[in-house]
């Protein structure tokens, strides 16, 4: 989106001077916040770029106050890590044609996107979060993009199910105890693939709802979320879904590729990250208030419709409830609008009336399995995983 | 004693000082080029002539020393952890060249 009105349709501009000037006086409005900004990198240029926050080219985050209230998240609003720089676009171009060579199976062998399609379809809404969503929070300050909340977002797939993929070629071999992903991009010549390859492996047990993704929210995957073919583990956080997925291997052991055994490690502060420590695997229950924002909006005293999403990662979401004295008294709030399934998250809507002053708003989720949203974060080295309600209080002031 | 030398004093005292930061400064720069993986590779830093897509450009990112040494020591996402091939010296030197020639100096 561009407030300029040197992109207004021809008609527009020539209505009138004084549209022309509404249009001018406009621009002149909005244009200090958007020169601050960074702009969108090409291949994510076609998102509505008043709705996210640019922290890098590979590093994209929804706002707050930009999830709405229609439980699936639009593909023009919804976050992007990027741990490498995507491919050459030239590979959305004919999503077919892509191959993703398939091992540890009895048959191993390579299939195209459209062989994969012939094979069998499923379709899963899930929560799509970062393993480091939160990690703005973290006084620590760990390395990495200080996201608050919104390198999340709940999204519609559609793909083959892995598991008939790999029945379709004679069954898991034997003895095998993770899946293994490796991402199709280029990279650098004169570094040991293995200390940068984007590789991830999780335990078998996520089979049964794996999916080989071509499609996002109705459309065929854009490279910015791993087009042309995304491996995709509801209930895993982020990193776990490889993008342009180009070897999806059955395996006896974890990738010894170094995201795999250093990387997204909860690693104890002031430690080093080392492959004993538990990998950042199944998302846990988790919920945030995003209306009232606290970014800025105005609130006057009176009626008020509180709203926000929670999920719980591989359950489902059983209870929200709100408080607005920052967690002294709590009240149970409505889950509204469909139910997507155990790997959506749901909206949930909390009425009350806000008086003039200062308040601390929080919500806490308790998933099917009884497990409750903690207060307090994990410390840990690399910011993973913050679920604590506490740090995603939205704190308002009212008039 | 006299201003004049007063001012021979403190430059006799700091071109020291002055020439350990610019040897700092360049061992920074070598390393860049020269630690394994090499962080030319990844990343773009103009003052390095370092044009690598993998990363993050670091003339846009613009770290401080603190936050590239972090980097440096822990690894960050697909970047692997240097403390294993790189000495406490080598890292705070990196660290020091990436933030100022990146314009990320505090």
């Given at each position: 989106m561009n407030?300029?009105?040197?992109?207004?349709?021809?008609?527009?501009?020539?209505?009138?001077?004084?549209?022309?000037?509404?249009?001018?006086?406009?621009?002149?409005?909005?244009?200090?916040?958007l020169a601050q900004a960074k702009p969108l990198p090409a291949y994510a240029a076609w998102k509505t770029e008043p709705t996210l926050i640019?922290?890098?080219?590979?590093?994209?985050?929804?706002?707050?106050?930009?999830?709405?209230?229609?439980?699936?998240?639009?593909?023009?609003?919804?976050?992007?890590?990027?741990?490498?720089?995507?491919?050459?676009?030239?590979?959305?171009?004919?999503p077919?044609?892509?191959?993703?060579e398939i091992a540890g199976v009895k048959n191993p062998r390579k299939l195209s996107v459209r062989e994969l399609k012939t094979m069998g379809i499923e379709t899963v809404a899930m929560v799509l979060q970062c393993s480091g969503n939160g990690r703005g929070f973290f006084p620590s300050k760990p390395s990495g993009t200080p996201w608050t909340v919104g390198a999340a977002g709940c999204v519609v797939w559609s793909g083959v199910p892995l598991r008939e993929v790999a029945q379709a070629l004679g069954g898991v071999a034997d003895g095998m105890a993770y899946i293994t992903g490796t991402g199709g991009e280029k990279l650098p010549d004169g570094v040991d693939p293995k200390s940068v390859v984007v590789e991830r492996?999780?335990?078998?047990?996520?089979?049964?709802?794996?999916?080989?993704a071509w499609e996002l929210n109705g459309a065929p995957v854009p490279l910015a979320h791993g087009g042309p073919l995304r491996l995709v583990l509801p209930g895993y956080s982020g990193i776990n879904n490889v993008k342009y997925v180009k070897r999806v291997a059955f395996a006896a052991a974890e990738s010894d590729a170094k995201i795999m055994s250093h990387g997204y490690r909860v690693t104890p502060p002031g430690s080093q990250a080392e492959?004993?420590?538990?990998?950042?695997?199944?998302?846990?229950?988790?919920?945030?208030?995003?209306?009232?924002?606290?970014?800025?909006?105005?609130?006057?005293a009176g009626p008020v419709q509180i709203h926000g999403v929670a999920f719980g990662g591989t359950h489902a979401v059983q209870r929200v409830e709100v408080s607005t004295d920052g967690g002294k008294t709590w009240r149970d709030a409505r889950l509204v609008g469909p139910d997507l399934g155990r790997y959506a998250w749901r909206q949930f809507a909390f009425t009350t009336r806000l008086s003039a002053g200062a308040h601390t708003l929080v919500s806490r989720a308790t998933d099917a399995a009884g497990n409750v949203q903690p207060e307090a974060r994990v410390e840990n080295a690399g910011g993973y995983n913050n679920a604590s309600w506490l740090d995603h209080a939205v704190k308002v002031s009212v008039a | 004693m006299t201003l004049r030398w007063r001012c021979a004093l403190i430059a006799a005292l700091s071109a020291p000082a002055l020439a350990a930061d610019d040897a700092q400064l360049a061992q920074g720069k070598q390393l860049f080029g020269s630690a394994t993986p090499a962080c030319a590779l990844c990343h773009t830093l103009g003052d390095a002539s370092a044009a690598g897509s993998v990363g993050p450009s670091l003339d846009e990112l613009k770290p401080d020393a603190a936050r590239v040494a972090t980097a440096l020591r822990n690894g960050v996402g697909s970047m692997p952890s240097y403390k294993a091939t790189l000495s406490d010296a080598q890292i705070a030197a990196l660290a020091r060249y990436v933030a100022r020639a990146s314009g990320g100096e505090k």
């Open positions: 407030d300029s009105p040197i992109r207004l349709p021809r008609r527009h501009v020539l209505i009138g001077s004084v549209a022309a000037m509404a249009g001018v006086g406009l621009a002149t409005w909005i244009r200090p916040a640019v922290h890098t080219p590979n590093t994209i985050e929804t706002r707050r106050n930009a999830f709405g209230t229609s439980v699936v998240t639009p593909t023009d609003r919804l976050y992007v890590r990027n741990n490498l720089s995507p491919p050459d676009a030239a590979i959305v171009a004919n077919n044609a892509w191959e993703v492996s999780v335990p078998i047990k996520a089979l049964p709802d794996a999916l080989l492959p004993s420590q538990p990998s950042v695997l199944e998302m846990s229950v988790k919920s945030w208030i995003n209306a009232p924002s606290g970014d800025g909006d105005a609130l006057v | -």
